[in-house]
């Protein structure tokens, strides 16, 4: 990395946390810095689309699903799931321009995903060593924070803040698995801390934990944290609001037990996820506003300093060359609608 701060894309592509599959009774409104998106159900289908109607511009996601079309709050203008308006109410065809542009999706472990690029193909990161399937998950939670998601993806990967923040030592120097299409780094933590949660962490689970970070490109982080006795999973969803702030989605798994501990299983993953969620609150609070120079760095900074200059190298502004869709093209950028299109 050169002394100069890294330049990161408002947002990157990649794939981005929508809702639990089972909360789409209806349309989901997702916003990723100045562009939104909308994603509903119809039937077992699910779909993601433009959040804004290629008419007027209004928010699709306040609008309703009428049979296997999402209709626009403001004019009845309907669109399909690939993001074909099916008709208006005039009864005038649609222009060709009234398409909306429509987006590749993952479920996982019945949670939705979305790529913000139209033509992806690949399919979204897991946990290398499990299915989705094969785990259960808590309801996930999220927060705001005022760091740009390039520096909130660098948290796990931060090994010296562990001790002041969390009360983990570091048990041996990290280790960089990988940096070719995949950043993925390996660390040992000593739970030191004399918190209650500490204690409970210590009996239940173990007294070190083997934490491994994933980042297979964009704002979407896998987190392993391997004790004797328990693994848990959690995945980090960054959603970019602006150049200085962040929505923060996450998700915590973990494998179901067999016979009839599984009956526990619910509530198990509720407190691992109560207990993440009270780890993380010290980064919130002390990561606001933070900056990174690799001029101020030290060697202690090594993997963090090799993370960021992966990730300027692998991340791609997300609709860099794509115009936004429809009417918000022509009220943002100058472009003439078709008269055809302004007069319906």
Same mark, same amino acid.
């Given at each position: 990395?050169?002394?100069?701060?890294?330049?990161?894309?408002?947002?990157?592509?990649?794939?981005?946390?929508?809702?639990?599959?089972?909360?789409?009774?209806?349309?989901?409104?997702?916003?990723?810095?100045?562009?939104?998106?909308?994603?509903?159900?119809?039937?077992?289908?699910?779909?993601?689309?433009?959040?804004?109607?290629?008419?007027?511009?209004?928010?699709?996601?306040?609008?309703?699903?009428?049979?296997?079309?999402?209709?626009?709050?403001?004019?009845?203008?309907?669109?399909?799931?690939?993001?074909?308006?099916?008709?208006?109410?005039?009864?005038?065809?649609?222009?060709?321009?009234?398409?909306?542009?429509?987006?590749?999706?993952?479920?996982?472990?019945?949670?939705?995903?979305?790529?913000?690029?139209?033509?992806?193909?690949?399919?979204?990161?897991?946990?290398?060593?499990?299915?989705?399937?094969?785990?259960?998950?808590?309801?996930?939670?999220?927060?705001?924070?005022?760091?740009?998601?390039?520096?909130?993806?660098?948290? /796990?990967?931060?090994?010296?803040?562990? +001790?002041?923040?969390?009360?983990?030592?570091?048990?041996?120097?990290?280790?960089?698995?990988?940096?070719?299409?995949?950043?993925?780094?390996?660390?040992?933590?000593?739970?030191?801390?004399?918190?209650?949660?500490?204690?409970? !962490?210590?009996?239940? $689970?173990?007294?070190? !934990?083997?934490?491994?970070?994933?980042?297979?490109? /964009? #704002? +979407?982080? +896998?987190?392993? $944290?391997?004790?004797?006795?328990?693994?848990?999973?959690?995945?980090? $969803?960054?959603?970019?609001?602006?150049?200085?702030?962040?929505?923060?989605?996450?998700?915590?798994?973990?494998?179901?037990?067999?016979?009839?501990?599984? #009956?526990?299983?619910?509530?198990?993953?509720?407190?691992?996820?109560?207990?993440?969620?009270?780890?993380?609150?010290?980064?919130?609070?002390?990561?606001?506003?933070?900056?990174?120079?690799?001029?101020?760095?030290?060697?202690?900074?090594?993997?963090?300093?090799?993370? +960021?200059?992966?990730?300027?190298?692998?991340?791609?502004?997300?609709? #860099?060359?794509?115009?936004?869709?429809?009417?918000?093209?022509?009220?943002?950028?100058?472009? #003439?609608?078709?008269? $055809?299109?302004?007069?319906?």
């Amino acid at each position: 990395m050169s002394d100069r701060p890294p330049h990161f894309p408002l947002v990157p592509h990649g794939w981005y946390y929508v809702a639990p599959v089972e909360k789409m009774r209806r349309p989901v409104e997702l916003r990723l810095g100045d562009r939104e998106y909308v994603a509903f159900a119809t039937g077992r289908q699910v779909h993601v689309l433009d959040g804004r109607c290629s008419h007027f511009g209004a928010h699709l996601a306040r609008g309703n699903v009428v049979g296997d079309c999402l209709e626009c709050p403001l004019h009845g203008w309907r669109f399909r799931g690939d993001g074909t308006c099916e008709q208006t109410p005039s009864g005038e065809d649609p222009p060709a321009a009234a398409a909306v542009r429509s987006y590749p999706i993952a479920m996982l472990g019945g949670h939705l995903f979305f790529h913000t690029d139209s033509g992806h193909r690949a399919p979204a990161p897991f946990f290398a060593d499990v299915a989705p399937d094969d785990l259960i998950s808590a309801p996930p939670f999220s927060f705001d924070v005022a760091m740009p998601w390039w520096m909130v993806s660098t948290n /796990g990967f931060d090994t010296q803040h562990f +001790l002041t923040a969390h009360d983990r030592r570091l048990a041996g120097p990290p280790e960089v698995l990988r940096d070719d299409a995949v950043f993925e780094a390996r660390a040992a933590f000593d739970v030191v801390g004399g918190e209650w949660r500490d204690r409970v !962490t210590r009996l239940v $689970s173990g007294p070190r !934990t083997e934490m491994t970070v994933r980042n297979a490109g /964009g #704002a +979407l982080i +896998l987190v392993t $944290s391997r004790f004797r006795r328990t693994v848990t999973y959690g995945l980090v $969803s960054i959603h970019p609001r602006s150049r200085t702030q962040s929505h923060v989605r996450t998700i915590v798994w973990k494998r179901p037990r067999a016979g009839p501990a599984r #009956a526990f299983d619910a509530v198990d993953v509720l407190l691992r996820a109560s207990f993440i969620r009270a780890f993380i609150q010290p980064d919130i609070v002390a990561g606001e506003g933070i900056q990174f120079d690799p001029r101020r760095t030290i060697a202690a900074d090594a993997v963090v300093t090799r993370y +960021l200059a992966w990730l300027a190298e692998h991340s791609v502004a997300a609709h #860099a060359d794509e115009p936004l869709s429809g009417a918000r093209r022509g009220a943002h950028l100058g472009d #003439a609608l078709p008269e $055809s299109a302004g007069n319906h």
